[in-house]
T-cell receptor
Framework: RKEVEQDPGPFNVPEGATVAFNCTYSNSASQSFFWYRQDCRKEPKLLMSVYSSGNEDGRFTAQLNRASQYISLLIRDSKLSDSATYLCVVNIDQKVTFGTGTKLQVIP | EADIYQTPRYLVIGTGKKITLECSQTMGHDKMYWYQQDPGMELHLIHYSYGVNSTEKGDLSSESTVSRIRTEHFPLTLESARPSHTSQYLC???????????FGEGSRLTVL
């Protein structure tokens, strides 16, 4: 079993739709959690950190469920520019583990 | 914007050549990482460093080597490149407080 698992997609959604991604992690000692965005042939960039209390940044909401060991990302009112691969990242001490990524395609 | 730089951005070389991919950051981060990523595929950690004179191999076996003589510099070397080394190589450093990873723009290597 992979340490961090994501549905690879692709998720094809119309503009304006709400889409949610989940990510599960296997190590209960995981300490910090992030969502990164990676555009085609570009480097990953931090989208948002994920806190136990949940956090929101504009149209994006991230949540952490430690009991079930998953994190989620909700995107409301999808824009064409949201098309990218979304990477779940889990840290334990010094170790950084990436999920395989979920590809999102927002369609006009 | 993150202050982490990779050179060269693109490199096409013949089999058997020795190459070094450069990575430098000006943020004073101790932790640095090298990832390998094929198009449309996941990131694989190949090397990491927790500070000067500290280097470790990552999850994916790699024929490359790294060094960390200075905090700001983390070069990756392939002694004898092969077509199987064709890939994108991404360097990153990690902030001490938030744990955020900052990536360079990548070095896209093609071995003929």
């Amino acid at each position: 079993r992979k340490e961090v698992e994501q549905d690879p997609g692709p998720f094809n959604v119309p503009e304006g739709a709400t889409v949610a991604f989940n990510c599960t992690y296997s190590n209960s000692a995981s300490q910090s959690f992030f969502w990164y965005r990676q555009d085609c042939r570009k480097e990953p960039k931090l989208l948002m950190s994920v806190y136990s209390s949940g956090n929101e940044d504009g149209r994006f909401t991230a949540q952490l469920n430690r009991a079930s060991q998953y994190i989620s990302l909700l995107i409301r009112d999808s824009k064409l520019s949201d098309s990218a691969t979304y990477l779940c990242v889990v840290n334990i001490d010094q170790k950084v583990t990436f999920g395989t990524g979920t590809k999102l395609q927002v369609i006009p | 914007e993150a202050d982490i730089y990779q050179t060269p951005r693109y490199l096409v070389i013949g089999t058997g050549k020795k190459i070094t991919l450069e990575c430098s950051q000006t943020m004073g981060h101790d932790k640095m990482y090298w990832y390998q990523q094929d198009p449309g595929m996941e990131l694989h950690l190949i090397h990491y460093s927790y500070g000067v004179n500290s280097t470790e191999k990552g999850d994916l076996s790699s024929e490359s080597t790294v060094s960390r003589i200075r905090t700001e510099h983390f070069p990756l070397t392939l002694e004898s490149a092969r077509p199987s080394h064709t890939s994108q190589y991404l360097c990153a450093s990690r902030g001490p407080t938030t744990g955020e990873l900052f990536f360079g723009e990548g070095s896209r290597l093609t071995v003929l």
